[in-house]
């Protein structure tokens, strides 16, 4: 039975495998179609969730060593996190929790996590994309420690583009409060 006020101290992760893709792409279409229904037309939405979320992608890059985890909560998967090591540099590509349990701290908690799996690879630097209006997201990495470093339009094709702000933290300054 899940509790009435989840907490982060009760998360966990494990190492996702080949066989977590189709829970992955679940999780990810149940919170993107929430998440971004105000930010992206739904076609942008159902166009990236198939280029990233494609069972052959997300198997590529578990092949090439891209750190994917599943968040845990009380036995049931609540979200997940992918993180690539380039050099001295970590990017965080994707960090999501359901929409249900938003607010609550997971998303944080996770966040340390990435720092964690960085700082343990030897990064020294944590860097990410967040949808320019995406304040809730950009909120938690500031609150994190984490700086906006410049705006950016990525053209991903399909007639659509990401347009985000690039954000990036030194591992070896202190988080932020």
């Not at 991903?156 to 990036?168: A, E």
Request: charged share 25%; hydrophobic share 45%.
């Amino acid at each position: 039975m899940t509790s009435l006020a989840p907490s982060p101290a009760s998360l966990s992760t494990r190492a996702a495998i080949a066989a977590d893709i189709p829970l992955v792409r679940e999780l990810a279409e149940r919170t993107w179609r929430v998440s971004y229904a105000e930010m992206l037309t739904g076609a942008q939405i159902e166009y990236m969730l198939a280029w990233m979320y494609a069972p052959e992608q997300i198997a590529k890059e578990l092949r090439e060593g891209v750190v994917w985890e599943v968040a845990m909560h009380e036995g049931e998967p609540i979200g997940f996190l992918s993180v690539a090591l380039i050099g001295p540099q970590a990017k965080l590509n994707k960090l999501y929790v359901l929409p249900e349990l938003q607010g609550r701290g997971f998303g944080a908690a996770l966040l340390r996590r990435v720092e964690e799996i960085a700082q343990a690879r030897g990064a020294q630097e944590i860097w990410l994309q967040v949808n320019k209006h995406n304040d809730r997201a950009r909120r938690v990495y500031e609150r994190a420690g984490y700086a906006v470093e410049r705006g950016a339009v990525f053209d991903i094709g399909g007639g659509f583009v990401m347009d985000d702000f690039l954000l990036r933290r030194d591992l070896r300054a202190p988080a932020g409060g």
